[in-house]
């Protein structure tokens, strides 16, 4: 790509030999396509099938929002909602140039230029011309902005000629709009660079001044842009960056010596080329989470998100995310995974256990270029909260008591329980229950205050003479249902009943009455 683009532009309406430009007259809506010729700007010399290049911006000035395209190129299609894409794989060399069109409600067939541009390529051939040419260039500086002579050895630049009515050419507010120019964003330079060149065909008769002005040139930033009152040659002095600025739209004046407009003003647009020069940025630096220790695979447990100020919709901000690390890598490397597109962070194994490895820390890289670019990190900690996943265990699986027959409330036995989940949480406090041994009920069971000590009493007196020994089967489980399938801790107790003596009446010689215990 040479260094400069020579524009030559008539301000007037000019009449050639075989048509004229017609000066329409202003309309609210003219139906065709954003602009007069699209520029879509690629980092990648080789494109792939389904590459999303941009939005053609189509409209019939009607509602609807979809129609029917034609690409000259089959390489390249429009959908039906105005999004070019590559239809089979293609090497870019520069660039590629080819007409789509569409048709408006009226079944007339609108087309326009679009060139696919392999920037790339244009900054590598640039910094080329400027090494060749810059031993013989006479670059345009502030102190001699007025100068109208140009060096002759300034490398020649393509010819845009102003189409004329028959091309499809639009009017915007009664002034011409001509394809708008770009230039790549943080170019090295040397500055002032030429961009372009209007021309008046008045200049060939009268002394002709030009000037511009807009954005850029008489507005904040004032003097980034500036026009060879002369020439009409048209220079950047510093380098632009995309992301502060994507597009300068000046107007472009022609005037004759004695303060005469030769012409009606122009418009130009430029637009700034983007390049890879902002890495993602996460949200946050660290991002704070928690995972139950039984969440199954596919548990959704956080989301991260990170942001690229890059063009959006291009490779340069198209961002996938990845887990760099996890510490600690047990069980296994591989417990978390993370959707490269969303940035979803899921459970990916089974082996979460907080009792062995409360806390993980997830290092997560995000990458534009589809993953291939720039680079950030953020930090992910994921606190692994208790699940009911360990069952309570009896300290010993048989015990035995001995209880006297006929005592209501009496304190059998005390059985303690261990549990491997957080101390004095629902999943760790006991639940005791007689499952077995006592059809008459004769017997409750009781968790004490500490929740892990549970104690048998009676309900009933004993009978010694029924039945001198009661095996219950007691079962301990959680306040909370398990987590996960374990079995249920039993034990074992065996109640003996005590014989009670019967009391004996006794009369004495004085007349009194005794009652006596007999000890067995």
């Known amino acids: 790509m040479e260094t400069a683009w020579f524009v030559v532009l008539s301000l007037l309406i000019i009449f050639f030999q075989d048509s004229a430009l017609v000066v329409a007259e202003e309309s609210t809506c003219v139906p065709g396509f954003k602009s007069d010729i699209l520029i879509f700007p690629v980092s990648r010399q080789h494109l792939k099938r389904s590459m999303r290049l941009g939005d053609v911006g189509f409209s ?9 395209f034609n690409s000259e190129d089959s390489h390249f299609a429009v959908q039906t909602d105005g999004i070019l894409k590559v239809n089979r794989p293609v090497d870019i060399r520069g660039y590629v140039e080819f007409l789509i069109s569409s048709w408006d409600s009226k079944g007339r067939k609108i087309s326009v230029p679009v060139r696919v541009l392999y920037y790339r390529q244009n900054i590598e051939n640039h910094r080329q011309n400027v090494a060749h040419d810059h031993n013989h260039q006479q670059h345009l500086t502030e102190a001699d902005s007025g100068d109208n002579t140009e060096s ?66 008489d507005q904040a930033p004032i003097g980034l842009f500036i026009m060879d009152r002369d020439s009409g040659s048209l220079y950047v002095r510093d380098s632009l960056d995309r992301e502060e600025q994507d597009r300068y739209t000046f107007v472009a004046h022609a005037v004759a010596d004695g303060s005469v407009n030769v012409e009606e003003p122009m418009e130009i647009v430029l637009t700034v080329i983007d390049l890879n020069d902002n890495k993602p940025i996460f949200t946050q630096d660290t991002y704070q989470g928690e995972v139950a220790e039984a969440s199954p695979k596919g548990f959704e447990v956080i989301t991260v998100v990170a942001t690229d100020l890059d063009q959006p919709g291009s490779d340069n901000s198209d961002i996938r995310y990845r887990i760099r690390s996890q510490k600690p890598q047990l069980p296994s490397n591989f417990l978390f995974d993370i959707n490269p597109v969303s940035g979803v962070i899921r459970v990916n194994a089974d082996g979460l256990d907080r009792e062995k490895y409360p806390t993980y820390t997830l290092v997560i890289q995000a990458s534009d270029m589809a993953g291939e670019g720039l680079t950030g990190q953020a930090t992910v900690v994921l606190n692994v909260t208790d699940s009911n996943d360990n069952a309570p265990a009896f300290t010993h699986s048989f015990y035995e008591a001995t209880v006297a027959e006929n005592e209501v409330n009496a304190e059998v036995i005390t059985m303690s329980v261990t549990d491997g989940d957080e101390p004095h949480c629902l999943a760790w406090n006991a639940k005791f229950t007689i499952i077995d041994g006592d059809p008459g009920g004769l017997f409750t069971v009781k968790t004490g205050i500490n929740k892990t000590e549970g104690t048998i009493f009676t309900v009933k007196g004993l009978d010694f003479e029924k039945s001198r020994q009661h095996t219950l089967l007691v079962a301990v489980e959680n306040e909370i249902p398990f987590a996960i399938p374990l079995p249920t801790a039993t034990a074992t107790v065996n109640v003996h009943v005590s014989k009670t003596p019967d009391p004996v009446q006794c009369t004495c010689k004085n007349g009194m009455t005794l009652l006596l215990t007999m000890k067995t």
């Not at 019939?60 to 029917?68: K, L």
């Not at 002034?175 to 120019?181: A, E, G, M, N």
């Open 60 to 68: 019939d000035c009607t509602d609807r929002t979809r129609f029917v």
């Open 152 to 217: 002759a050895t300034e490398p020649q630049v393509p010819t845009w000629e102003l189409p004329t009515s028959g091309g499809g050419l639009r009017r915007r507010k009664r002034d011409f709009v001509i394809p708008p120019l770009s230039l790549v964003e943080n170019d090295r330079g040397p500055y002032p660079k030429k961009v372009a060149q209007i021309r008046s065909s008045e200049d060939e008769t009268k002394k002709i001044y030009y000037s511009i002005t807009g954005p850029g040139a």
